[in-house]
């Protein structure tokens, strides 16, 4: 199973930007995708994430500005980004968790894509 993630780039303070995650392989279902975010110098965090029922969760620093969406049998997960800060800077990993596969359909796994580069300049 690959996460390809895509959608990154430079954007001005106060700009948007749409994340693309498209997961591929032998999957049978994707129970959870989200994206975490690390920035210079700090840990790898939640941004937010979406079930496959449609629960969401996003960390405070992101609600009301950011939104995750997911299109269930693409194996798609979406993060727009709204009213972007100089603080949202980081690298944007896209997560899918609790993946049945065609290999070992009883067991569940959890998968990470390579990471995409958001900067916003202020």
């Known amino acids: 199973v690959q996460l390809q993630a895509s959608g990154g780039g430079l954007v001005q303070a106060g700009g948007s930007l749409r994340l693309s995650c498209v997961a591929s392989?032998?999957?049978?279902?994707?129970?959870?995708m989200g994206w975490y975010r690390q920035a210079p110098g700090k840990q790898r965090e939640l941004v937010g994430f979406m079930t496959s029922d449609g629960r969401t969760n996003y960390t405070s620093a992101v609600k009301g500005r950011f939104t995750i969406s997911r299109d269930i049998a693409k194996f798609t997960v979406y993060l727009q980004m709204n009213a972007l800060k100089p603080e949202d800077t980081a690298v944007y990993y896209c997560?899918?968790?609790?993946?049945?596969?065609?290999?070992?359909?009883?067991?569940?796994?959890?998968?990470w894509g390579q990471g995409t580069l958001v900067t916003v300049s202020s």
């Open positions: 392989g032998s999957i049978f279902s994707i129970y959870v």
């Open positions: 997560n899918a968790d609790k993946v049945s596969t065609g290999w070992a359909p009883d067991r569940a796994y959890e998968f």
